[in-house]
């Protein structure tokens, strides 16, 4: 059974699985799993499946990796699974064995002292694909993380996979990445945001889930030099909530920065509780999520 890890302790030699039914919530991850490779000069890859790779960069830069300069000068790749992991061979498990060492060995060459990469797996659930490879290849892959010079996170879609294979990433993955979670409910999830630091809310925020938000926020308070509160999955926030943002902006000295980015009728709230007269608040207003 996989450890469970946070994103930002995963080091060189380790083999994570990241399984995931909101979208946002795995780019978050993989973006800061992206930028502390970068920031530890290692060379860092995305394979990507289910997200086209411009489309990628960007919610990477939405998130505060600077993608551009590292992809020009080689420490950044960003690619489709197709033409990358599974290689002109198809999905063998040998094939993508072979693509893995290559990176490896690419990247020590280049002077790097690693190499980090995240691969999304959703290829498997494809028609035609080789799915009995995908087994063979989480199994065949032990051996490259003996050295410490890969770190490798598998992304695996819950709502695209099924029990079985998803309960197989589980085992054969030492380390399991997941967001830490203060309350997660059919109508309400309130996470740990890593990049940018801070917190994520999505669904419908009130009084009777005030306890957690308020331990949500007083975490962010004390680790993050400036707190990005995501609130753009959020449909609904009552008077009580919306107070307990803007009374921790005003706590944080002139210094540090409290963030927002929310959608109109929740600026709505925060304006009619006092937001404007927080120095320290800043509200960005988002659109096109529901």
């Known amino acids: 059974m996989a450890d469970a890890s946070m994103v930002g302790r995963l080091t060189g030699g380790d083999h994570a699985c990241l399984t995931f039914s909101d979208a946002e919530e795995r780019i978050d991850l993989v973006a800061s799993f992206v930028r502390t490779g970068l920031r530890s000069g290692h060379r860092v890859v995305c394979w990507t499946d289910s997200i086209p790779p411009d489309d990628l960069a960007r919610a990477l830069a939405e998130r505060a990796v600077r993608h551009g300069a590292a992809i020009r000068r080689g420490q950044l790749t960003i690619a ?41 797996m959703c290829w498997a659930t494809q028609p035609l694909a080789a799915a009995d490879q995908l087994a063979a290849f989480e199994s065949a892959a032990a051996h490259l993380f003996a050295d410490g010079r890969l770190c490798l996170i598998c992304q695996y879609d819950r709502d695209r996979f099924d029990a079985v294979t998803l309960a197989f990433a589980a085992e054969s993955h030492p380390k399991a990445v997941a967001a830490q979670v203060y309350y997660d409910s059919p109508l309400l999830r309130i996470c740990r945001q890593y990049s940018p630091s801070g917190v994520r809310v999505a669904g419908e925020l009130d009084y009777r889930q005030q306890e957690e938000f308020e331990h ?22 009552d008077a009580a909530c919306a107070s307990l943002i803007v009374r921790a902006a005003r706590r944080l000295p002139a210094s540090r920065r409290m963030i927002i980015n929310c959608r109109g009728v929740v600026r709505t709230v925060l304006d009619l509780v006092g937001a404007n007269s927080a120095p320290q608040l800043r509200v960005t207003v988002a659109h096109g999520h529901a």
């Not at 975490?219 to 609904?236: K, P, Q, T």
């Open 216 to 237: 949500a926020l007083g975490e962010s308070l004390r680790l993050d030099r400036n707190m990005h509160v995501n609130l753009r999955d959020l449909a609904y926030i």
């Open 80 to 120: 489709p699974v197709h033409s990358s992991l599974l290689g002109s061979g198809g999905a063998s498990a040998s094939e993508m064995i072979s693509v893995l060492t290559h990176e490896i060995d690419r990247a020590a060459e280049d002077g790097y002292p690693g190499v980090r990469i995240a691969a999304d």
